[in-house]
């Protein structure tokens, strides 16, 4: 197993209070102050913490402990609930190698879900792809694997982030002095929510820089990060991680890391914003390394997109920029701007490629 060492630029992402917002005194005032720092941001860096986001830390660490119990069960038991059993919705369990960036495996495993959807939904009658029932453990179950709670965890969890990204939302449609409900009011009312619990196993046990864990193969060779450098495809993404890091954001000067900091959550854009700003507020790249620090590392990103059927495109009268085709210096080498069709023919393509045998079988 091998892994690429670059210089890391030392650089610091910008920390957006954002406590004050939602509240009533002088609120419009504060919008404004806080969007500002948000356009900095997001034009500079596409990438920002937040803290004052009023999530309960105790919500967090009950998830991040339910999680690793999760990940800690036997791989015949968590296979119970792989992705293939949800078909279209998209859901469920993959084993570490199992997801691929750019067609390399990322050295990570993890659940996918998203908003709870019975089969009942229009969008579950219509068979619209990533829409369902995630695939929890039943009650039973959790109770048999000491994991109780897991799936009300989650699904809090998941409640109240979106809240967080409706409202993340209307302070960036402010900094671009669009409306604040540009965004809910055309793509994000009812938003695609994709979420992940990932665990990136240490590749070095735990009092031995010189043994690796994990499963064993040949490939092992040629994983070379967490996750290899990518953009996200919709609009915002709100990461929470523990304190083990390994985070990268591809900056103007480089690459630099982006460290845990109690009590915030990472925020950065996605190509659909890039698209629909003309790329004033672009979609950064940035990557996870390898984890090297003998204990597993745990993340949950939670991917605000806009509506499956939604037609995401460029803000009128928005500023303009030079260059607004960076399809050269993209990973994927691909004209966001010039895309026609809707998010979910965007975001399908993207990610039969990330688990391409999958999308065969099911999609």
């Keep these: 197993m091998t892994s690429k060492i670059e210089n890391i630029t030392i650089e610091q992402l910008p920390i957006i209070d954002i406590e004050s917002y939602g509240n009533d005194k002088e609120e419009e005032l ?29 919500l967090i660490d009950r998830l991040e402990r339910l999680s690793k119990k999760f990940f800690s069960l036997d791989q015949s038991i968590k296979m119970k609930y792989r992705m293939e059993l949800a078909q279209k919705a998209w859901r469920g369990y993959f084993v570490v190698g199992g997801e691929l960036t750019s067609g390399l495996k990322d050295w990570k495993e993890g659940l996918y879900l998203g908003t709870e959807l019975n089969d009942d939904h229009p969008l579950v009658i219509a068979q619209t792809p990533l829409h369902g029932l995630n695939l929890f453990p039943t009650l039973e179950e959790e109770i048999e694997y000491d994991i109780v709670g897991f799936k009300d965890t989650i699904l809090t969890y998941i409640d109240k ?82 304190d083990v890091g390994g985070l990268q954001v591809h900056s103007k000067n480089g690459w630099i890391s982006a460290p845990p900091i109690k009590g915030t959550f990472v925020c950065n854009i996605g190509d659909m914003l890039d698209r629909m700003t003309g790329g004033l507020y672009r979609s950064t790249p940035h990557r996870v390394e390898l984890n090297r620090s003998g204990r597993d590392r745990i993340s949950f990103p939670l991917f605000f997109d806009p509506n499956f059927n939604s037609y995401p495109t460029e803000i009128e009268g928005i500023e303009q920029i030079e260059n607004k085709d960076d399809s050269s210096s993209r990973w994927d080498h691909f004209n966001i701007h010039s895309f026609k069709g809707s998010y979910g023919q965007y975001l399908l393509n993207k990610i039969g490629k990330v688990f391409p045998d999958l999308k065969n079988n099911v999609l």
Excluded at 48 to 56: N, R, S, T, W
Excluded at 165 to 185: P, Q, R, W
Aim: aromatic share 12%; hydrophobic share 30%; proline share 2%.
């Design 161 to 242: 982030v979106t809240k967080l990204g409706h409202s993340l939302m209307e302070l960036i449609a402010i900094s671009l002095n669009l409306s604040a409900d540009y965004f809910s009011s055309r793509y994000t009312k009812d938003p695609l929510i994709l979420y992940r619990i990932f665990n990136y196993p240490s590749i070095i046990s735990s009092g031995d820089d010189n043994k690796t864990t994990g499963e064993s193969s040949d490939d092992n060779d040629k994983v070379e990060w967490g996750v290899g450098e990518h953009t996200d495809y919709g609009v915002l993404t709100i990461l929470y991680q523990d």
């Design 30 to 58: 504060k919008k404004k102050l806080i969007s500002k720092e948000i356009e900095n941001a997001c034009k500079n860096f596409g990438f920002f913490y937040i803290k004052g986001h009023g999530i309960d830390q105790e």
